[in-house]
């Protein structure tokens, strides 16, 4: 119990006042497939980074709302909608795709802070310097996520010495290419020294990752090797199996920057202009847990992605919040109503036998959920980020 309390205060203390993901970790790219996304569906995802909430209106969403309890992750997306609305593609770039605006003491009180809401006004006010170029040089080496980026890149350029490597490989033009570098280099001996074994084993680096201890049990408990293991055979699949040409999200973390051909789709020219014509106001932002937002929508929901959250409230006394806001769920879900997490352990079907009210009669979500394990299958094989022990697509059939 001591533990669990010590874990508990440092992630709180490492993520209370913070930007945790500064991109997202979830592959838009399966999601745009699971969800088959129209016009006429009405979206909530919780915010992250806000890249994805971006990408489903670009998909044809009807509307997307982007939920978070932490309210600097909306402001990271309000801001983003800002820069959508007000910047030309070029300071843009600079600013999310580069990671870094060098003139953003002019850039950002005349086309940026009048635009804002006082509360984010208020917040970027303090941290535009998360944007300016220093002894970090890019927004992505910045926050708690980015502070970890920031680490591993120290390690491969001063003590791995493997920069060559990781150019190379972020240059391959398959994943043949890629195994045939991998093993050329011996990155597997390299990047598994002894201090790194030992720092991912411990909840202080985690946290930095947004992997909170019950997440992290999660995989010890069912991943053979633990949680060590699961990051060792993550990372040689993300670099050996999936091709990384147009990987960004190693690819930023990696370099501190995103490029042209390797980037989340509200980042590139092409959609840039359909944003500011009106896309980008199809998604609003809500600082509020899920079940509260959804307890005062006032429209049905048809379609949810909740990322991998529910981890975080797999254990008790947690375990009666996920009830509740499955029960929000179901309140608000449209007739054709479809679901998408994610789950750091191996079956991300847990939840099953959470027990909600329907018609008011009490069954378990097994009975509810009609799962797509064959298409949920396909597509987690496919995923390019690679962190997740399973991925999960189920309709609402009551």
């Known amino acids: 119990m001591v533990v669990e309390r010590l874990s508990k205060t440092w992630f709180n203390l490492v993520h209370g006042r913070n930007i945790v993901y500064n991109q997202c970790w979830e592959d838009p790219r399966l999601d745009r497939v699971a969800l088959e996304l129209t016009p006429q569906d009405r979206v909530v995802v919780i915010t992250s980074a806000g890249c994805n909430a971006l990408d489903y209106a670009l998909a044809g969403a009807g509307h997307v709302h982007a939920v978070d309890m932490n309210p ?92 060559d490597a990781v150019n190379a490989l972020l240059a391959a033009e398959n994943v043949e290419q890629q195994k045939s570098l991998f093993d050329q280099y011996d990155l597997a001996k390299k990047l598994w020294r002894p201090m790194i074994k030992f720092a991912m084993r411990r909840d202080v680096t985690l946290s930095l990752l947004g992997v909170p201890r019950a997440q992290r049990k999660q995989i010890d408990e069912g991943y053979p090797g633990g949680i060590l293991q699961f990051v060792v055979d993550r990372v040689e699949a993300v670099f050996t199996k999936i091709p990384l040409k147009d990987n960004y999200a190693w690819r930023v973390y990696l370099t501190g920057e995103y490029s042209p051909d390797a980037c989340p789709e509200y980042l590139k020219r092409e959609n840039f202009d359909r944003l500011k014509a009106g896309v980008v106001d199809q998604v609003t932002t809500h600082t509020n847990t899920v079940q509260g937002f959804l307890e005062q929508a006032d429209q049905p929901i048809s379609r949810f992605v909740l990322l991998d959250h529910m981890d975080w409230l797999s254990k008790d006394p947690a375990k009666k919040i996920l009830t509740a806001e499955w029960q929000a769920i179901l309140n608000k879900a449209s007739p054709t109503a479809r679901v998408l997490w994610r789950s750091a352990g191996l079956d991300g079907t847990f939840i099953n036998p959470i027990e909600v009210t329907v018609d008011g009669k009490k069954k378990k979500l097994a009975e509810i959920l009609h799962y797509n394990n064959p298409l949920a299958k396909e597509l987690h094989a496919k995923d390019r980020v690679h962190t997740y022990g399973s991925f999960c697509i189920a309709d609402i059939r009551r």
């Open 72 to 163: 600097r992750q909306n402001a990271l997306l309000d801001l983003k909608q800002a820069g959508l609305r007000h910047l030309d593609y070029d300071t843009f770039w600079k600013l999310f795709g580069k990671g870094s605006l060098p003139e953003w003491n002019t850039v950002y009180p005349s086309q940026l802070r009048p635009h804002l809401t006082d509360e984010v006004r208020q917040y970027w006010d303090r941290k535009g310097t998360l944007f300016r170029v220093g002894r970090r040089k890019s927004f992505y080496f910045r926050c708690t996520s980015g502070t970890f980026a920031w680490f591993v890149n120290y390690y491969v350029d001063r003590i791995a010495k493997m920069r």
